[in-house]
T-cell receptor
Framework: KNEVEQSPQNLTAQEGEFITINCSYSVGISALHWLQQHPGGGIVSLFMLSSGKKKHGRLIATINIQEKHSSLHITASHPRDSAVYICAVRRRGSQGNLIFGKGTKLSVKP | DSGVTQTPKHLITATGQRVTLRCSPRSGDLSVYWYQQSLDQGLQFLIQYYNGEERAKGNILERFSAQQFPDLHSELNLSSLELGDSALYFC???????????????FGSGTRLTVV
């Protein structure tokens, strides 16, 4: 079993819809990252969380440390949000390297 | 531009060959991490350097090696290349050794390696 599980694997939405991507992990962590990867490959760090909730524009990320679960929400989705969203965790006590989920491929249709 | 520079962006080479991938971290960052992204395995950690010293190793093959130089740039050397080594190789950097929860993490745009 992977240490970081994401769901769903694929998600198709209509423009304007509210989107939720989930991430569960099985190890103790010091931080959780949400990453975005567009076709063409580059990876952008969206959020780093160790507790609570963060918001940036239309993106909201939450984490529940006790339940070992995080969610990434996109409000008023737009075709430019189409990308792969990757959850990654930094294991507590590690040197900082990340353990990644398999990613969620999001496609937002106009 | 994220501030992390990876070169080359694309590399096509034959089996059995050796290549070197280069990463310049964001200004002020001391840690460099190398990751491999393949279609079947996803993103996997290879190796980390902090201020010139190796700090952590992941799923890095013996045919692969890395180093971080005094100017903090890092090189990943891949030798005796096999078809299965075809992947995207990412470098990321951070300021510290990332023991605390509040450090930043910046990825480069990756090097796409194709072994034919």
């Amino acid at each position: 079993k992977n240490e970081v599980e994401q769901s769903p694997q694929n998600l198709t939405a209509q423009e304007g819809e509210f989107i939720t991507i989930n991430c569960s992990y099985s190890v103790g962590i010091s931080a959780l990252h949400w990453l975005q990867q567009h076709p063409g490959g580059g990876i952008v760090s969206l959020f780093m969380l160790s507790s609570g909730k963060k918001k940036h524009g239309r993106l909201i990320a939450t984490i529940n440390i006790q339940e070992k679960h995080s969610s990434l929400h996109i409000t008023a989705s737009h075709p430019r949000d189409s990308a792969v969203y990757i959850c990654a965790v930094r294991r507590r006590g590690s040197q900082g390297n990340l353990i990644f989920g398999k990613g969620t491929k999001l496609s937002v249709k106009p | 531009d994220s501030g992390v520079t990876q070169t080359p962006k694309h590399l096509i080479t034959a089996t059995g060959q050796r290549v070197t991938l280069r990463c310049s971290p964001r200004s002020g960052d001391l840690s460099v991490y190398w990751y491999q992204q393949s279609l079947d395995q996803g993103l996997q950690f290879l190796i980390q350097y902090y201020n010139g010293e190796e700090r952590a190793k992941g799923n890095i093959l013996e045919r692969f090696s890395a180093q971080q130089f005094p100017d903090l740039h890092s090189e990943l050397n891949l030798s005796s290349l096999e078809l299965g080594d075809s992947a995207l190789y990412f470098c990321a950097s951070s300021f510290g050794q990332a023991r605390g929860p509040n450090y930043g993490y910046t990825f480069g745009s990756g090097t796409r390696l194709t072994v034919v």
